[in-house]
């Protein structure tokens, strides 16, 4: 059986999304003006999205939902959006989106969102500051490991510098991850 078939993702267009929440909103006027879709512009692609409950994280399947201090979400210029239970989910699913998604090889990706470690207000995570955690026993996050999302750079260093195990060189922003810290926090999710 081939991954795709077993791995249970949720990716929305957003189209689909906007047709679902226009829906929502109760009103029965026909003489309201249509609502636009959001397929052709990429304005919807860098506004995040409130997590649906039954979104599946698009690299373990774990339900995003239920994290909502720690849950994560990127949208495909393409038009798609993923989400994740976990910054370390999204790092994994950064590096190599088509281990995960095969339409999403190559993909550049027009937003990315993760919640920041001290406050859990998401933030850009192009604008991130990100800790690389090693011990899974100081954070109680879901998938036990993952980097560490900062707004701002001096909270970032002032968590390093609690730890004698870590130091300014487990600083990191979005453009250092690679397949080394990726495999490193999912490893087991690559083949």
């Known amino acids: 059986m081939t991954r795709s078939v077993t791995r249970r993702r949720l990716v929305v267009t957003a189209g689909t999304l906007t047709a679902a929440l226009a829906g929502c909103t109760g ?3 026909d003489t309201a003006e249509p609502t636009p879709t959001t397929t052709d512009s990429t304005a919807a692609l860098t506004d995040s999205a409130p997590v649906p409950e039954d979104a599946s994280c698009g690299v373990c399947n774990m339900m995003p939902a239920k994290f909502p201090d720690y849950n994560a979400q990127l949208t495909v210029e393409a038009g798609d959006r993923v989400f994740f239970c976990s910054s ?17 090889e190559g993909a550049t990706f ?3 969102w993760v919640h ?11 604008s991130a500051w990100f800790v690389r955690e090693t011990n899974a026993d100081r954070v109680a996050d879901p998938m036990q490991r993952n980097p560490l999302p900062f707004a701002a ?21 979005l453009t250092d991850f690679d397949m080394d810290l990726a495999t490193f926090y999912r490893g087991r999710f690559f083949e």
């Not at 750079?153 to 130091?167: H, I, K, P, R, T």
Request: charge should be negative.
């Open 27 to 29: 009103g029965t006027d």
């Open 88 to 104: 370390g989910c999204l790092a994994a699913y950064y590096v190599d989106p088509g281990n995960f998604e095969p339409a999403h």
């Open 110 to 112: 027009a937003g990315l």
């Open 116 to 126: 920041d470690h001290e406050t859990t207000e998401l933030i850009g995570a192009r």
């Open 153 to 173: 750079e001096s909270d970032a260093e002032a968590y390093v510098a609690e730890y004698d195990d870590l130091s300014e060189s487990d600083i990191l922003r």
